[in-house]
C-alpha cells in the first residue's frame, strides 16, 4: 500500500474518534443534562457526530475491500505471468 | 484506483463536516453575536478546525496516491517526464545539446549506412552491366574478325 493511502487512513480513523467525540461531548462537557429536552447544540452536535462516524466507517470499509479487490488481482496476473514464463 | 477516490470523497465529507462545525453555533444561533463563548461553541469549534485540517490534509494524501496510481498505469503522464528508452537530459543547456546531436547521431547513423550500403551496390551493378555491355560490343567484332577474310 502506498504511503500516502496510509496516512489517508490514519485521518479517516482520526475522523472517526472525532466524530465519537462529538456523539459524547455535550454529556462529558455537561451542557447537556441527562433526562432533559435536547438543546439545539446537542441536536446538532449528535446529528453532525453520528454523520463522521457514518462516513468514517464506510469510506474505512470500502477502501479496505478496494484495496483487498486490488491486492487480489494483482497476484492473480502475477501467478499468471509466472505460468507464462514457465 | 477505486479505492483512493472513496478515500478522497470521506476525506473532503469530513472537511465539510468541519466547516460546518465551525459554523453551527452561529449559523443555528445558540451563540450569540458579540457574546462570550458557550461551551457548546468551543467544544463545536476547536472540534471542526482541527477536523477540516486533518480532512484537507488526508484528501490531498488520497488524490496524490490517486494521481501517482495513474501515472503507475500510464494514464496520466509525469510532467517534462522524457519518453521511455530515452535517457533523460541532465545538466547545463551545453551539455544537453550535445546530448541531442549524439542522440541525433545515434539514430541517422544506421539510416546512412543502409543508404551506403545501396549506393555501393547499385554502383556494382552498374559497373557489372557496363562491362556486361563492352563485352557484348568487343563479341561481334571478334566474330567479326574471325569470320572476315584476311587477304
Redesign the interface.
Request: no cysteine; hydrophobic share 40%.
Given at each position: 500500500m502506498a504511503p500516502q493511502a496510509r496516512i489517508g487512513l490514519i485521518v479517516t480513523a482520526i475522523g472517526f474518534f472525532a466524530g465519537v467525540w462529538l456523539f459524547l461531548a455535550p454529556f462529558i462537557v455537561e451542557y447537556q443534562k441527562v433526562g432533559q429536552d435536547w438543546i439545539d447544540a446537542t441536536k446538532n452536535d449528535l446529528w453532525t457526530g453520528g454523520a463522521l462516524i457514518a462516513i468514517s466507517v464506510l469510506t474505512l470499509i470500502l477502501f479496505g475491500a478496494f484495496a483487498l479487490r486490488d491486492a487480489a488481482s494483482a497476484a492473480e496476473q502475477r501467478s499468471t505471468t509466472e505460468e507464462g514464463e514457465n | 484506483?477505486?479505492?483512493?477516490v472513496?478515500?478522497a470523497?470521506?476525506?473532503l465529507?469530513?472537511a465539510l463536516?468541519g466547516v460546518?462545525?465551525m459554523l453551527?453555533?452561529f449559523a443555528?444561533?445558540?451563540q450569540g453575536s458579540g457574546a462570550d463563548w458557550?461551551?457548546?461553541?468551543y467544544?463545536?469549534f476547536w472540534?471542526g478546525l482541527?477536523?477540516l485540517v486533518?480532512?484537507l490534509?488526508?484528501s490531498i494524501?488520497?488524490i496524490?496516491?490517486l494521481v501517482?496510481?495513474l501515472r503507475r498505469r500510464g494514464i496520466v503522464r509525469r510532467p517534462y517526464a522524457a519518453p521511455a528508452g530515452q535517457p533523460q537530459a541532465q545538466g547545463p543547456p551545453q551539455a544537453n545539446a550535445s546530448n541531442q546531436d549524439n542522440n541525433m547521431e545515434q539514430v541517422l547513423l544506421p539510416l546512412v549506412t543502409a543508404m551506403l550500403k545501396d549506393m555501393q551496390e547499385r554502383d556494382r551493378e552498374r559497373d557489372g552491366a557496363r562491362q556486361q555491355s563492352t563485352d557484348d560490343v568487343q563479341q561481334p567484332q571478334h566474330t567479326g574478325e574471325e569470320g572476315s577474310v584476311r587477304r
Open positions: - | 484506483m477505486t479505492k483512493y472513496i478515500g470523497t470521506g476525506a465529507l469530513g463536516a460546518w462545525l453551527a453555533p443555528l444561533a445558540y458557550a461551551d457548546p461553541t467544544v463545536d472540534t482541527p477536523l486533518v480532512s490534509v488526508g494524501l488520497y496524490s496516491g501517482e496510481e
